[in-house]
């Protein structure tokens, strides 16, 4: 049976678990308290070298890293995989897009904005300027929404899922979903996909096979 | 035919580019000077609404960015494409990895380093810290290659062709190969994999189809 490692909260960790509730997939999840380092453990290093969260180890026994290749692997064959060659490229393009302008700005944000909130006042001048690399993504992406239901034209997909692993918490990075409209429409729209779990339930019900 | 907007010395523009020579796929370039801004002027815009390079329209009009979602594009059914489901989503996993840990970081110290020399003395502390940052990315790179031929176990593939666009030059962010040595020898064997043309050649030869 699949296998995900994840941690509690996680947008990234978030993604691959809500694909394999949307594709009835069943998996065991083993959480990793990443506030207390278990990330680091001999243990887990065994069996993700590079010590971070989320990993997923198939059926087969292969270990896969990275949140949207993991995506890419669950979502193949699946109506969450678009259809057409250009369509793949269109999700992809969109995929490294989340990962490079919005990811690394909102996931530091609101970690020390929400998760590690003790730490907030001493990394004002880092959360600032991660919130405002991340509202020139962000502003892009209601751009792109703007008169769309979903990231592709096909539908909703794992271009989705990405997209929403951290987009659907900014306000938790200290950002206002009304200042992106299109946004914040799409991402009710995501939560009415059939199946979806909200990130609170993470970790909630152990796993799908329990 | 397929048209490819890039740049010149850009280690993202490189991909696409050395892919379609690799696949022998026929394709236009055309060349946008971003030192001039030219990726911002109102034409440019119309072509990619983000305003960077690269860029690639396809045969049927469809314009994909984000270079490694070309690679993926370009690749599909051939050679270079992992055959496996497994391998697809091993391949996808360093995609991700070279557009999170490698090219943000070697991407603007060469920049500041070698592309605009004059502006190095003033960007010395930025530098520094993305060179340190690369160095973490780049012995995660090497201890993965040791011992291998190439990025998968299933021979040179797109994944190969996405870490040497800013891997090979690593030089010119003022980062010593030596320092990785497993890298340095797979450097070498992806510059000797069949159709290879170095990046200096991107703009020399004006396109396939000329």
Redesign the interface.
């Known amino acids: 049976m699949i296998r995900l490692y994840a941690c509690l909260g996680s947008g990234n960790c978030f993604k691959p678990w809500l694909a394999m509730h949307q594709l009835d997939i069943p998996f065991e999840l083993e959480l990793i308290d990443v506030l207390k380092g278990e990330q680091k453990s001999p243990d887990y290093l065994a069996i993700s070298?590079?010590g971070v969260v989320p990993h997923l180890v198939?059926e087969?026994g292969?270990g896969?890293?990275?949140s949207?290749?993991?995506l890419?692997?669950l979502a193949?064959g699946s109506h969450l995989m678009p259809a057409t060659?250009?369509g793949?490229?269109?999700a992809?393009?969109w995929?490294?897009?989340e990962?490079?302008k919005l990811e690394?700005f909102i996931s530091p944000a609101r970690f020390f904005t929400t998760i590690l909130p003790d730490q907030r006042a001493a990394r004002e001048q880092d959360i600032a300027a991660w919130q405002a690399t991340a509202d020139v993504g962000l502003s892009?992406l209601d751009?792109h929404l703007d008169g769309r239901d979903f990231m592709l034209h096909g539908g909703y997909s794992i271009a989705d899922i990405a997209t929403f692993g951290y987009v659907h918490v900014l306000e938790e990075a200290g950002l206002a979903m009304a200042d992106y409209p299109a946004v914040g429409q799409w991402v009710d729209r995501v939560a009415a996909t059939e199946g979806f779990q909200p990130l609170s339930d993470l970790g909630q019900a152990k796993s799908k096979a329990a």
């Open positions: 070298p590079l198939t087969t292969c896969i890293g990275e949207n290749a993991m890419w692997y193949e060659r250009e793949r490229a269109e992809l393009q995929m490294f897009f990962q490079s690394p892009r751009a």
